[in-house]
Every structure is written in C-alpha cells, then in structure tokens.
C-alpha cells in the first residue's frame, strides 16, 4: 500500500462476504457484480446518504451486461484487492446498469464528455455527496497502459483533490452541472425546402465507397437510411438510391452482420464494416429489420428480404420470449480475454469442421484479411466476402453446386458454434426496446405477408400492456418509472398493431397513451422532455438520433399519423409545435437528425391509404404492404375499394390488389 501513498491512519474496510448487496438487485449488470469485494451500492439515496455522513466522494461506475470493456475493467480493476480496499475506504462505491437507468447514465456521459473525459462505457464518474460529478472517464487500466492512467492511481489521485481542495471541487462540478442544463430553442419555420437541404447534409456524409456514414467507428444510422430510402422512392433520384444500396450492401456482407445466424452487432471498428464490437442490441436490430423490410418492399431485392429473415430468426432465436416478449441485448463475448469468441474462427478451426471442398468454397465465401482481429490475428470474423458466381467463376465449380455446397457447411459452422459456450443474454423486459420490437415485427408481417409475425408481435404487445403498464402508468421495467422513450414507443406499436389489424381497441388505447405522454413528458413550447420530472436538476429535450432514433422525432411522427387517422385537431397541433421546436437545431445534426427529417417528411408528403374492404382481403393485405415513405393505413366500412390521398387530395380509388401491388412500386 505505501508505494500507492494510501493515507495513514485511515479506517480501511474489505468486504469479507460471498456476495455484496448487489445481489438483490434485479439487473443481471448489478447482480454480475455481486461477488466482488466491493462494497458496491445500487443508485439510490442510502449511497449519497451515507457519503454525507462520512464526508466521501461517490465513485459511480455505469455500463451493460452486454460490454466488453465493463467486464475487462471489472477483471483487471474491480476484482482487485487492493482497488476494492482503495473503493470501499476512501470513497461510496455505487454501481449502475445504465439499460435500467438510461436517465441518469445520460446526463453524467453529458458531464464526463464535457470534463473532456470522453463517452461511452464502462462510465466512470466521481461524484459529490450531493451528487455533482467532478471528474471522469471511461475504461481504466489497472496500472498505467497505452496512455492512459492506472485506476489504482486515479482514486488516490481523486482522493487526494477532494479531500484537499474541496471548495475547488464544489466550484467545478456546480459549473459542470450548469453546463447540462439545456439551452432555450426558439421555433424555427417548417418548410418542404429543409427536405432537400437535409438530403444534401446526409448525403455529404456518406462513404460512397463503403456505405454508411462518416469514418470509423461506424454506426449503423436507421433514421439517416429511412429517410433517405423515403426520398429516394418518391423522387427517383439515383444519389439517394445508390446511397441507400451501397450501406445495406456494405454492411449485409460485412463482419457487423453475423453471417451464421443473422442479425447485427452494436457497430464496426472499422470504415468498411468488417470486424465489430460484437454485442447485439434489441434497438440495433428492431431498427435494421425495417430498414431491410422497407428496402425490399421498395427497391425489390431479394437480397434485403433474405437479411430481414435472418434478423428475424437471430430475434427468435436469441431475443425473445416463445410465449411473448423481446429481451434487452446479447453480450460481446464469454470471458473479457477472448473478445468475440464466440463468434470467430481461426483458419484451422474451419478445417476441422469442414471437409477440404467445402473448406475451399467457404473459405472464399467468408474469409476477408480485413476482417482478423487486432488482438488475435489468428482468429477472423466471417463476411461476405465473395458471391456465389464469384465463388463458381475462380473455383471451375457450377453455381448452384457452389449454392449447395455454401448452406451444407454454413449449417456445418453454425452447428460447431452451437456448442461453444454461448454468450449471455439479458432477458429483462423493457417497455421502450419491445415497443421498437412490436413495431417492426409488424412491419415484416406487412411487407413479407407471414402471420406468425403479426401474431407473435401482438403476443408480446399484450405482455407488454401486462407488465408494464401498472395502474394505466407505464414502467421502464420492474419498479423503474417510463422514461419518454417507454411511453412513445409503446404508442407506435399500438398504432402498427392497429396498421396491421384494423382494430380500432389499439388506435383508441394508443390515443389515451399519447394524450399521457403529452400530459406527462411535454413542454408548452413544444417537443418533449426525457423524463417526467427533472433527474439530477435537468429534464432534457433532444431530437439527435444517438444512434437509435429520437424518441422526440418519433414522437412528431406518430402525432402526424394520429391526426390522420383520428382528424383530431390536437394532434396536429401538437406535431407542428414539435417540429418547428427543432427546426432550427436540426439543420445543424446533419446525419443525426434523420428521424427528424422522416418526421418532416411526414408533416408534408404523408400518403393516407383508406382500407374500405375486408381486413383479410388481398386488397388490404396489398394496402398493408405499402411502405418505404410516409404512410398511414386507416380503416373504414367495406366497399371494395382503397382510397389513397395526399395533402388532402384523394386519388381514384383502388378496386384490386394487383393494382395496390403496382401503386406501391410507383408510390
């Protein structure tokens, strides 16, 4: 200890027990760290409580289940000895799931990025006994490495600063909290113009050679592709087409995109999509199926469907609930030393399983240089990294030998994985990521016409309703009050199961939601707050897509549909407000403000598709498949007929479904 200068005289303390007091918590982040000799906290006021008592610091660490750097920090850091005796003597351990606190882990990443300590998890915040952060970062090393600081090194550091300079420390961080508050927006003017000007932004940020947007790391951009993929169909441009096709591509054979058993990782390391952080996210790929499901209802590549189902078998599979239910996310890896594990392959691995044909022929299908792993060369992610006739032409094989030969040892490979050990996945329920998932199951029912899929997502919609909403009050997850997103998001799955079903129960209980979440979360200038009471002195209103859409886009999105479909006045109203509120911040968003953008789309060029025929009907079932721009499907008595209008100008009325299908690809 006295190499580290750890103060004399001071009263050390080790947990001693088996498991700490995380071991009551709900969430499986807490509850992974229950064997630490940490005196770990739960967020709550029994920490910052005792921390006044005892003159302390707080020291907040905040991450997911799902995060490789958590669990390195937490090997090399937190299941130290001498780190948890530095923790629980000098200061209030306390330890957050930031997937159950989404609230509280925002506006601290806010306070540390703005320190100049950067973003991301695991958070690392050193906070006040009334809870004002005064310095923070991310992942810590034990010792110093790579440039930067030993966490054993930082806590004495830290220590030492409050403890000595304290009304320096009080002085910093009450300007760091002035700093969270958000600044007054003034309403800007809504006009069709910003649609194209916002087209120019995106388009100015997309790689065209690689697809995406900006350099690495890169983050799939759903709002970004949804717009653009709208603009696209309605005006024929082929900027926005190619644009659209080069990222779907692009990241459809890349490592980001598991290519054993569908679905997406978080994002990639590098600009060309090869080699990701591997944990899979509910939000990540609820959003890619319908960017994937729209592409192929509106640009027709069976290549989009093809993805789409894989998203939705990796769902099932992995994500959700036989009986109803979409679980939260799919960690990274096994064990914080093997960094994707799971899901990698060395060379001789491959041929172990694989006899030498079909080694050669998928050796060239999945195998990249770009897609080995920095840590691990030896080991690669699979890509896609050639095409069947590629494939045929460079091997002297015909192409439907080489398509046999591709899915015998693609159910080879993902039989092999099956029996790795299997990365854990957190079942929590959050009413925010099944609301998003509800949405675009629907939406494949819709676009791929599998009833399965609406009947599963409105089983999870009724299990949603059950345990989520307590009382007619809408909960985040088990004794964790909604957050906006919660309320928003399980708004749109009650208006996509109306969509999906012409059942106006769905459209009468997504109104008494929405006039709640106007009620609770809005602000009289327009746009809505993040919270329904202020979270550590700050409710704060943001339209930035983070990647995963704006709750506040979605939201003006979903007011423009509800007035649509209910002629309520209010509604309008309340999405003009919403809009003109980040009008003026949006333009500066660029690529961030892509929901925003489809919202606006919406505001003016929504198509309203009158079903007047029998729910089961081709001709509604053609309705339903409409997609790719704004739309809004609404139901009323059977004549036969379809009645499409936009801006209040109705068209001839639609008698038959095949002419429904033709109006979709011209839509």
């Not at 958070?123 to 310095?135: E, G, N, W």
């Not at 890169?218 to 653009?228: I, S, T, V």
């Not at 054979?253 to 090869?274: K, N, P, V």
């Not at 990647?547 to 423009?560: G, I, K, Q, R």
Request: include cysteine; glycine fraction near 8%; charged fraction near 25%.
């Amino acid at each position: 200890m006295t190499r580290l200068g750890f103060p004399p005289g001071l009263r050390v303390s080790v947990v001693n027990a088996l498991m700490n007091r995380l071991a009551n918590e709900r969430s499986p982040y807490l509850q992974h760290a229950a064997h630490q000799k940490i005196d770990w906290y739960p967020w709550g006021d029994e920490a910052f409580e005792r921390a006044g008592r005892e003159n302390k610091p707080v020291f907040l660490s905040s991450g997911g289940v799902w995060c490789h750097w958590c669990h390195v920090m937490a090997k090399e850091c937190f299941e130290d000895d001498e780190v948890a005796l530095f923790l629980n003597s000098l200061y209030i351990p306390v330890k957050l799931d930031r997937d159950e606190r989404p609230d509280i882990d925002r506006r601290y990443q806010q306070a540390v990025a703005a320190m100049g300590g950067g973003s991301g998890w695991p958070l690392s915040v050193f906070l006040t006994p009334d809870r004002r952060p005064f310095y923070g970062g991310t992942y810590f090393p034990l010792n110093d490495q790579h440039g930067r600081p030993g966490f054993k090194k930082v806590l004495l550091a830290v220590n030492e600063f409050f403890s000595r300079q304290r009304e320096e420390v009080m002085q910093y961080s009450g300007r760091v909290m002035t700093a969270l508050a958000p600044e007054p927006m003034e309403p800007g003017h809504l006009s069709p113009e910003a649609l194209e000007q916002a087209e120019h932004a995106i388009l100015a940020h997309s790689d065209a050679q690689n697809g995406g947007f900006g350099d690495a790391p890169k983050f799939p951009l759903p709002g970004a592709l949804a717009f653009l993929l709208a603009r696209a169909g309605a005006k024929q441009d082929p900027s926005l087409v190619s644009a659209v096709r080069t990222t779907l591509d692009r990241m459809a054979r890349g490592g980001i995109h598991d290519q054993l058993a569908g679905g997406f990782h978080r994002y990639s390391t590098d600009e060309a999509w090869m080699v990701p952080h591997f944990e899979k996210m509910a939000e990540d790929n609820a959003w890619l199926l319908r960017n994937y499901l729209e592409a192929y209802a509106v640009l027709g590549d069976e290549g989009y469907r093809s993805v789409a189902r894989g998203i939705i078998a990796f769902t099932r599979e992995v994500l959700s609930d036989p009986a109803g239910g979409f679980f939260a996310s799919q960690d990274a890896d096994v064990t914080p030393d093997d960094e994707g594990g799971y899901f990698t392959w060395t060379d001789a691995q491959l041929r172990s399983v694989l006899s030498d044909e079909e080694y050669r022929v998928l050796s060239l299908r999945f195998l990249d240089e770009r897609g080995r792993l920095a840590h691990d060369p030896e080991k690669r992610v699979l890509c896609g990294a050639r095409g069947p006739a590629e494939i045929a032409a460079e091997t002297g094989l015909a192409e439907d030998s080489v398509d046999s030969i591709l899915v015998r040892g693609r159910e080879k490979l993902l039989a092999e994985r099956g029996r790795r050990e299997v990365p854990f996945v957190d079942r929590t329920l959050y009413a925010s990521l099944n609301g998003m998932y509800i949405t675009s199951f629907l939406t494949a029912y819709r676009v791929l016409g599998d009833p399965g899929l609406r009947d599963f997502a409105l089983r999870s919609l009724d299990r949603t309703l059950r345990e989520r909403v307590i009382d007619g009050t809408v909960m985040h997850s088990d004794g964790v009050p909604a957050l906006l997103d919660d309320q928003i998001y399980l708004v749109e799955a009650l208006v996509a199961a109306y969509e999906a079903t012409g059942d106006h129960a769905f459209l009468e209980r997504a109104e008494r939601f929405m006039d709640g979440c106007i009620e609770t979360f809005g602000d009289e200038s327009g746009g809505f707050f993040d919270t329904a009471a202020a979270v550590l002195g700050t409710r704060l209103k943001r339209v930035e897509d983070t990647p995963h859409p704006s709750a506040n886009a979605v939201a003006a999105t979903l007011l423009v549909k509800l007035h649509h479909m209910t002629g309520s006045e209010r509604y309008r109203f309340a999405a003009e407000r919403t809009l003109r509120a980040f009008a003026s911040s949006s333009a500066a968003l660029g690529v961030h403000a892509g929901t925003y953008d489809c919202a606006l789309d919406a505001w003016f060029n929504t198509l309203t598709l009158t079903v007047e025929a029998a729910r089961d009907s081709d001709l509604a079932q053609a309705a339903r498949k409409v997609c790719g721009r704004p739309v809004v499907v609404i139901y009323g008595s059977d004549r036969g007929r379809v009645l499409p209008c936009v801006n209040g100008a109705c068209f001839e009325a639609i008698t038959d479904a095949a002419a429904m299908s033709a109006y979709q690809r011209r839509a």
